[in-house]
């Protein structure tokens, strides 16, 4: 089975060669492009930065090194680490988790920077308002999505057989490769297809247009998502030998 990687680089590259190691056949064709929004960084002074995705970090330049960092998981903390920031905390890769750790860190009353991205939940800052810190939300980075279905796609699904499965990393992602596969005559062949799914949000971005996941994974992590799938294709033995 041929795996469709559609989330935006870097991760759809990342992602692809951990599935090239585990033996899988892959098709990198993203759905969305992360790019910086250019708007300025608002005025501090801050007690943390609060990202909830590794896309928002390119955009932190301006920001002190020593300022404490919640990162959402160890990819996102690792490429904070990367970019400078000298204490960093990292929690278990969930919105909810990441509150927790701000509310255990820091004091009530602590101003907090969101960097995240435009298109964005409304965890964990709900609960750190309810929690009584200060939150500023910081519109960093977007996800555009592009103006028609990937060439290398549309190819894969016209074939019929040569695409078996599709990789959903978030809602808006899953949502944008329905709407463009609709849109290129290409909705029976993307239904067809055997969908995996970071998360139940992320399930639901296949629901709105009435496509059913076949896994979804426990816990919202590349190990979990790639778990889910089936061991990959074994070529036939030749005739005469056994398998």
Not at 25 to 45: C, D, N, Q, S, Y
Not at 213 to 230: I, T
């Amino acid at each position: 089975m041929r795996i469709w990687v559609s989330r935006p680089e870097p991760g759809a590259a990342r992602t692809a060669k951990r599935l090239e190691g585990l033996g899988h056949a892959v098709l990198v064709a993203p759905v969305l492009r992360i790019a910086p929004t250019g708007m300025p960084v608002p005025e501090g002074p801050f007690d943390g930065l609060i990202l909830t995705s590794g896309n928002a970090v390119a955009a932190t330049d301006g920001l002190p090194r020593d300022l404490s960092v919640f990162a959402v998981g160890t990819r996102t903390a690792e490429r904070a680490r990367r970019a400078g920031f000298s204490r960093v905390h990292c929690a278990e890769g969930h919105a909810g988790d990441l509150a927790a750790l701000v509310a255990v860190t820091l004091q009530p009353g602590s101003r907090l920077l969101h960097a995240a991205g435009e298109d964005r939940k409304a965890e964990p800052a709900v609960s750190l308002a309810a929690a009584g810190f200060s939150v500023t939300i910081w519109s960093a980075y977007a996800a555009r999505a592009a103006a028609t279905l990937p060439e290398a796609a549309a190819r894969a699904l016209r074939a019929g057989t040569e695409l078996g499965g599709a990789l959903h990393f978030s809602r808006r992602s899953a949502r944008v490769a329905a709407e463009l596969c609709r849109e290129a005559g290409l909705a029976g062949a993307f239904r067809a297809l055997k969908h995996y799914c970071l998360s139940p949000d992320v399930e639901a971005g296949l629901a709105e247009f009435g496509v059913a996941a076949h896994f979804v994974a426990m816990r919202p992590s590349e190990d979990a998502l790639l778990a889910g799938l089936p061991p990959p294709d074994r070529p036939a033995p030749p005739l005469g030998e056994e398998a």
